[in-house]
Nanobody
Framework: QVQLVESGGGLVQPGGSLRLSCAAS????????IGWFRQAPGKEREGVAS????????YYIDAVKGRFTISRDNAKNEVYLQMNSLKPEDTAVYYC????????????????????????WGQGTQVTVFS
């Protein structure tokens, strides 16, 4: 049974840091690109970052470039999102998702039009940045 489980969310002040983890089970994570998404209250879910199956390719939206770092440890079947210099506008539920195409070489696209091509999603972890 394929599962993705996020953890690491919490409450943090502006300027603080959190590290999110996405643990996979039921499949070999190293064969798939993985994306991180977030959804703030009253807003659409948006892509944040993605990482290729090897970890060599990454993609970030402009809003998080220079502050967030996506990485993976395929031996542990985990993907991470290190979030630094957090801002109140980063407050959201964060989800990881598996790009459906096994073996794709690059980081997976995270634009809305590609979202249906992610086949498994985690349950999400809440990140709240408050002052």
């Amino acid at each position: 049974q394929v599962q993705l489980v996020e953890s690491g969310g919490g409450l943090v002040q502006p300027g603080g840091s959190l590290r999110l983890s996405c643990a996979a089970s039921g499949f070999t994570m190293g064969v798939y690109a993985i994306g991180w998404f977030r959804q703030a209250p009253g807003k659409e879910r948006e892509g944040v970052a993605s990482i290729s199956k090897s970890g060599l390719g990454t993609y970030y939206i402009d809003a998080v470039k220079g502050r967030f770092t996506i990485s993976r440890d395929n031996a542990k079947n985990e993907v991470y999102l290190q979030m630094n210099s957090l801002k109140p506008e980063d407050t959201a539920v964060y989800y990881c998702a598996r790009w459906a195409e096994a073996g794709a070489l690059g980081p997976s696209p995270v634009l809305k039009k590609y979202r249906a091509q992610y086949d498994y999603w985690g349950q999400g972890t809440q990140v709240t940045v408050f002052s």
